[in-house]
């Protein structure tokens, strides 16, 4: 009764990110380099060289990340060269990851390419309040 219980938990968070607006976009031609942080849903078209914290966020294929993530969802359809926490992972046919993922729950398309430690299914995975960084600096993408 508990893993049917996850499920839908999986499900709702799942769907609850769908229907989020993308607020804030890194356009193809832009390089970021610094620590992201952002609410709401964020796609990544370009590249970021930093650390990110957010809610949602989407890497497109012409996306590519090097540093470490840490989000409630995060959907890969580029490249990331560094390390994953979130609640929800799911790796497109076209990405690439390489680093360490540990979500609650991992969805793998064939053609997904990954390479590294993967923790799945964590019971001990709390993500951080990304409203608590005070000390730390950090750069919000401008909004829509």
Known sequence: MGIF????????????????????I???????????VFEGKARIDGKVE??????????SESGKITG?????????HGTLEGNVKASLVTARKSCSIH????????????GAGLDGEMKVACNDLHLVDDK????????????A
């Open 5 to 24: 219980n996850q499920k839908d938990d999986f499900e709702q968070q799942s769907q609850q990110a769908d229907k989020e607006v993308i607020s804030s």
């Open 26 to 36: 890194i356009d193809a031609k832009m390089v970021m380099k610094g620590e992201l």
């Open 50 to 59: 930093g650390n990110i914290k957010g809610e949602h966020l989407i890497l």
């Open 68 to 76: 470490d993530i840490q989000v409630s969802t995060f959907v890969c």
């Open 99 to 110: 680093g360490k993922i540990e979500s609650n729950s991992l969805t793998v398309e064939p």
């Open 132 to 143: 608590k960084t005070s000390g730390t600096e950090s750069t919000k993408v401008a909004e």
